[in-house]
């Protein structure tokens, strides 16, 4: 389905029964950014990431992206950037200079907003004191740290690159930097005990950090776990664990806003929100992907992975407009990520299409329980959150 194409006089003919989208302009609009080098490949890892031989190309990437996001000033001119994500691979490689370099290219190119969240991906192998400084100097003001976990046997068993040492040590000094910050922990870990399980919470939660990510092992296709397998925790074990997170997260103040991620009041990732409520995003780098509305179409595309074809002058490896089968599809799927749902009128501003799309499987998800409604607003059960993948497959066509 997500390879079926559409031209745009087909997309036209459907906005033109009477059902066109809100003008883009009025979407919120994000920039992500994505670094493909990291030090190892994880073996969990199915991002787009390479590890580092020698010193990465700094400077030529850096120039390929703003060349990128040159181009890309006619598809969003007038808009506003409202959030920036610098993801990888491991974007904490980058040199000080080079992140400053990239900074200012974008908010000369672009209209950033004055209160913007500007997030940085780190990992604590490649923490120094006086380089993150440097980092929230240059407009970084939102960290989010891949910790994973704070025990050893289980950071080894990752592949990390780090030790719980380091991991301590740079949550320490980054607290004390970044008046935001996320830490990206994993349960469900091989040989994993539900006491281990809690013991990584308790330290997370003794740095008090702003945002926290659980997220679950999974073993995803064309990765080393997938081809070796390790021995994870049976079903019954990994539930416990997952209602375990919520329980101790909650208990100490953190609102889970959306399936994995868990924020103090008022501390949620604008940037993540924006995908979950189906904003536009622009994606520059090797591998990023975008989505950006026009006044008669919503597109999708796909940089070139390797990072040498990325720069080698031929970046854009897709591009297709999304009919409205797709569109509704990709609406329900991250809206419905979200703990609190969303309001009924957000799927016709953000689709352009009608709320008969999507009546009747609604109506079939409620009967089963899981989904419900608060007068406008419609959101996942605890059911429909624990098997999202079924709640999910009702919107599939």
């Known amino acids: 389905m997500f390879d079926t194409m559409i031209t745009s006089e087909l997309f036209v003919q459907q906005y033109d029964k009477g059902h066109r989208s809100a003008p883009a302009q009025a979407l919120p609009l994000s920039l992500y950014v994505h670094v493909p080098w990291c030090v190892r490949k994880c073996p969990y890892c199915d991002f787009n990431s390479h590890a580092v031989r020698g010193d990465i190309p700094e400077a030529a990437y850096i120039d390929t992206l703003i060349q990128e996001l040159e181009r890309s000033l006619p598809d969003i001119w007038g ?15 980058l040199t000080p200079e080079g992140l400053d370099r ?3 290219a974008v908010r000369t190119l672009l209209p950033l907003r004055p209160w913007a969240e500007v997030t940085l991906e780190a990992n604590p192998g490649t923490f120094e004191v006086a380089r993150f400084r440097a980092y929230r100097d240059a407009g970084v003001n939102r960290l989010s740290i891949g910790i994973q976990s704070f025990n050893d046997r289980h950071l080894q068993a990752l592949g990390r690159i780090h030790d719980s040492h380091e991991a301590r040590n ?4 980054a607290r004390e930097i970044f008046e935001r910050l996320n830490l990206d922990l994993m349960y469900a870990l ?6 281990e399980l809690e013991s990584d919470l308790s330290t997370a939660l003794s740095f008090a950090p702003t945002h926290l990510s659980c997220y679950h092992l999974t073993l995803e296709p064309n990765t080393a776990f997938a081809a070796a397998p390790p021995i994870l925790p049976d079903d019954d074990l990994a539930a416990a664990m997952q209602d375990r997170v919520e329980a101790m997260l909650v208990d100490q103040g953190y609102e889970h806003y959306e399936t994995s991620a868990y924020a103090r009041p008022g501390q949620a990732c604008r940037h993540n929100l924006n995908y979950w409520q189906f904003g ?4 520059i780098g090797a591998g990023a992907h975008s989505k950006l509305s026009f006044h008669d179409r919503v597109v999708r595309r796909a940089n070139r992975k390797l990072p040498r074809e990325y720069m080698g002058g031929s970046g854009l490896a897709e591009e297709r407009v999304l009919g409205p089968d797709d569109l509704r599809f990709e609406f ?9 749902g969303f309001e009924s009128g957000l799927f016709q501003e953000r689709t352009g299409l009608p709320w008969e799309r999507v009546r009747a499987e609604v109506g079939k998800a409620e009967s089963r329980g899981l989904l419900e ?8 059960t605890s059911l429909g959150r624990r098997f999202l993948n079924d709640l999910l497959e009702l919107f599939l066509i």
């Open 170 to 173: 740079a949550v320490t000094a």
């Open 79 to 93: 808009r506003s950037i409202e959030t920036v994500f610098i993801g990888g691979g491991t974007p904490s490689l």
């Open 373 to 380: 409604r608060d007068g406008l607003s419609i959101r996942p």
């Open 190 to 195: 091989p040989e994993q005990t539900l006491p």
């Open 280 to 283: 536009d995003y622009l994606g």
């Open 332 to 340: 329900m799927m991250n809206a419905l990520r979200l703990t609190a």
């Open 102 to 104: 990239l900074l200012t």
